[in-house]
């Protein structure tokens, strides 16, 4: 085991608070941000009541500083202006996964942006915050500019219920961290409007196919989709019921009012709405063909019906593979 860190967390939503308890219980000095005010008596998130944090986590509403690591676990909207707030000289790591509207930055590069001088890694896997939060096992993928600093990180920060691989492409593990929650709320939809497990595996694996089109335009690495922030976190967030963006689609394919749904942040941010449109603009940019997303952010808008994307994706150019 590594000496323990002193490590900041800032965001105190699902994501926030399941690290928080997955660094406290290996052992490290844990300071978990919250924007609200917390209640110190109860230990208890006003957002999030039921959740009784261990106690070797310490609670602040203050910006911590002089942490040796800091993890941002905000939507990514929010990323830019917590990370600006932030302070100390110490490692910053992007665990939100998203695209930045108007920039179309990935996190990484807001952290780069914000916190100049220090060293930036990214942390994306198949993770659901309420199995890490219960020390279930589970296995993500660590991204530095250098192999050596992401094996670095990834040693000191693994534990032996969290595993950590070391990677240094930021931009494959970015793009699909944040791509898979777009393929997720297509797969939700399928299985929301009944159209049956084969359409679900179709739209997973022309997915990735799209995935990788625009990687390998944005410089990443095909091997990349390959682990556990692609494939990996594609066949969680497309098949496990507790996903919010699956569970969004879901909601859309059964024709419930699934977008006033996707607003209310107080069910847990839906990252795959906000991020359809920005990766469909990306995509563009580089003249990169995603025919899944540009549909999944027409049903996204109310732009089109499920049963006309249906005809739409099905009656497209038959191609290679
Ligand atoms: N929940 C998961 O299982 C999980 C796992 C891996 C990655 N992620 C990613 O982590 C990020 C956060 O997800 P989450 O599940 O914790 O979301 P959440 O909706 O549960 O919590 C978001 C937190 O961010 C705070 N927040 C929102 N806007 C803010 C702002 N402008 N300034 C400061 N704080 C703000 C909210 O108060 C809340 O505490 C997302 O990008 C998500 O994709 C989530
Ligand atoms: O609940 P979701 O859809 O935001 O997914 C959470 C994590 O990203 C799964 O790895």
Redesign the pocket.
């Known amino acids: 085991m590594s000496p323990p860190r002193h490590i900041a967390i800032i965001g105190a939503g699902a994501w926030g608070i399941a690290l928080a308890q997955n660094f406290a219980r290996a052992g490290h000095d844990v300071t978990l941000w919250s924007r609200s005010s917390v209640d110190p008596t109860t230990r208890r998130l006003p957002r999030l009541p039921q959740v009784a944090l261990l106690p070797a986590v310490n609670v602040t509403n203050m910006m911590p500083k002089g942490a040796d690591d800091t993890l941002f676990a905000t939507p990514t909207h929010a990323l830019r202006d917590v990370a600006a707030a932030s302070m100390g000289d110490g490692l910053v790591i992007a665990c939100c996964?998203g695209l930045e509207r108007d920039s179309y930055a990935f996190p990484a590069d807001i952290l780069r942006a914000t916190c100049p001088g220090r060293d930036v890694a990214v942390l994306s896997?198949?993770?659901?915050?309420g199995e890490i939060a219960k020390g279930l096992p589970a296995a993500a993928t660590l991204a530095a500019s250098h192999l050596s600093l992401a094996e670095e990180i990834a040693s000191r920060l693994a534990s032996p219920r969290f595993r950590l691989y070391a990677s240094d492409d930021l931009t494959g593990v970015q793009l699909a961290g944040a791509a898979k929650?777009v393929i997720?709320i297509a797969a939700g939809i399928a299985i929301g409007a009944q159209l049956g497990e084969n359409a679900r595996a179709a739209l997973m694996s022309r997915g990735l196919a799209e995935m990788h089109r625009l990687n390998r335009a944005l410089g990443g690495q095909a091997k990349t989709l390959s682990g556990l922030s692609g494939m990996g976190?594609l066949i969680?967030?497309c098949t496990g019921p507790?996903?919010?963006?699956?569970r969004f689609g879901l909601a859309l394919g059964q024709n419930a009012d699934a977008r006033a749904l996707a607003l209310d942040e107080t069910h847990?941010i839906?990252?795959g709405c906000r991020t359809a449109p920005l990766l469909l603009k990306l995509a563009r940019r580089h003249a990169i063909d995603m025919p899944l997303v540009e549909t999944v952010s027409k049903l996204i808008a109310g732009d089109m019906s499920v049963a006309a994307a249906k005809a739409a994706l099905m009656s497209r150019p038959l191609a290679t593979e």
């Open positions: 996964k896997g198949p993770n659901f915050a929650n997720a976190d969680l967030t507790s996903s919010r963006n699956f847990g839906v990252e």
